[in-house]
């Protein structure tokens, strides 16, 4: 037929052919102002790595193969998280991020209907990932003090019978963490898929699911290299769960997700335990120094905190106090998008010399 006869399809229409799950999204975008020089907004690790490590890897970096492919699964970095977690390579998947996982856990899980649990306020990607395969989603609220309700979990766990939960722990963007008797109940209690996210894990050893992965086939734990090795700019993340529901995770998963040099860093790191150990005890002790100063200063709120961040409240209005901040070059999180997180802000530890920033700025703000 000639061009000429044929109509154009409007942008309306096309549109209209995206689908109703993803037009209802809002995207996913943090905002960076430009002139920030104390960022605390995402609970980064302030520790970029040491300039002798990044020598030797920029090194190691000249005899990779641009031009060859990765592996499907990066093995090396498999067998070296094995090793680290004590559980069996094939059980093991990595991933471009925990988040990249994530959306696998979605394509592997969730059909239109799809009954799953999550606790609220939770990290904002499960409930995006939920919506975007039309899963039916049971929220269940909070204690008044913000912990988990696990009661009210294990009812609607019984009720709905879901085929996913997924708990994370300590909770982002609570810090509050689940005690393992409460997750451990949820997970006999499920009769589908239980995915803990530990992404702050590092932060709260003694709190780790990891114990229980051997008695529970559903269970799965969610890690990242994102938090307390500070690698947030490589993606790199990793799943554990019994090898056999790996492998039918492993059929939804693109390959090649994670190239040559995130694997290469991410075993310099692994080699090197102490550095991590040193950093993790470092931001324990400054998350610590955050909450003991918050919790000082008159009107201030605070919540406590096993991850590597803090949850508090001041009188001043969110939004405005977030300008004040930014004015003193000090960017936080406002949390008050979660319904129950309303007047509430997030910072994360970073370097002595950032606190002290934060909380100079911050007194200044509340005069
Ligand atoms: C609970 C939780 N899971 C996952 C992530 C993101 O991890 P990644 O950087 O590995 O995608 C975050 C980041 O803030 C988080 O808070």
């Known amino acids: 037929m000639p061009i000429a006869d044929a109509t154009p399809t409007t942008l309306d229409q096309v549109l209209d052919h995206i689908r109703p799950a993803v037009r209802r999204q ?3 975008l943090v905002g960076h102002p ?4 104390v960022k605390l907004n995402q609970n980064e690790s302030p520790f970029d790595l040491p300039d ?5 890897l920029l090194a190691q970096f000249r005899e990779i193969s641009f031009n060859r492919y990765p592996t ?5 970095l498999c067998q070296a998280l094995a090793d680290y977690t004590d559980w069996p390579a094939d059980g093991i998947l990595v991933g471009n991020g925990s988040n990249e996982l994530t959306y696998t856990f979605g394509l592997c899980f969730i059909d239109p209907g799809t009954p799953v649990v999550l606790p609220r306020p939770m990290f ?6 939920v919506r975007l395969h039309d899963g039916d989603l049971t929220a269940v609220p909070p204690r008044p003090d913000l912990t ?4 009210a979990l294990l009812e609607a766990v019984r009720r709905e019978q879901p085929s996913l939960v997924v708990l994370t722990t300590p909770n982002n963007p609570t810090g509050l963490a689940m005690p393992l008797a409460e997750i451990e109940a949820i997970v006999a209690a499920a009769p589908g898929i239980v995915v803990v996210d530990e992404a702050y894990v590092e932060f709260n050893p003694e709190a780790s699911a990891r114990t229980l992965l051997p008695d529970y086939p559903n269970l799965m734990l969610l890690r990242t290299f994102s938090k307390a090795f500070g690698l947030a700019g490589l993606r790199l993340g990793y ?3 019994h090898p056999e529901v790996v492998a039918e995770v492993f059929k939804a998963r693109l390959p090649f997700m994670v190239d040559r040099f995130a694997e290469a860093t991410a075993l310099a790191l692994l080699a090197r335990p102490d550095l991590i150990d040193d950093r993790v005890a470092q931001m324990q002790a400054q998350c610590e120094h955050l909450t003991t100063a918050l919790r ?5 709120e605070v919540l406590p905190s096993q991850a590597n961040f803090v949850l508090f409240k001041t009188p001043v209005e969110p939004s405005e106090m977030m300008d004040r901040l930014a004015a003193s070059g000090v960017l936080v999180r406002n949390m008050g998008g979660y319904p129950e997180l309303r007047g509430y802000l997030r910072v994360n530890a970073g370097t002595p010399d950032e606190n002290k920033a934060f909380l100079a700025a911050l007194k200044q703000a509340l005069v």
């Open 52 to 56: 002798e490590l990044k020598d030797e």
């Open 72 to 76: 499907e699964q990066p093995d090396r």
């Open 34 to 37: 430009p002139d920030v020089s």
């Open 124 to 129: 904002s990607l499960y409930e995006k990932v």
């Open 296 to 300: 000082a200063l008159d009107g201030v």
């Open 239 to 241: 799943l554990m769960g």
């Open 148 to 151: 988990f309700d696990a009661e």
């Open 26 to 28: 809002e995207p996913y």
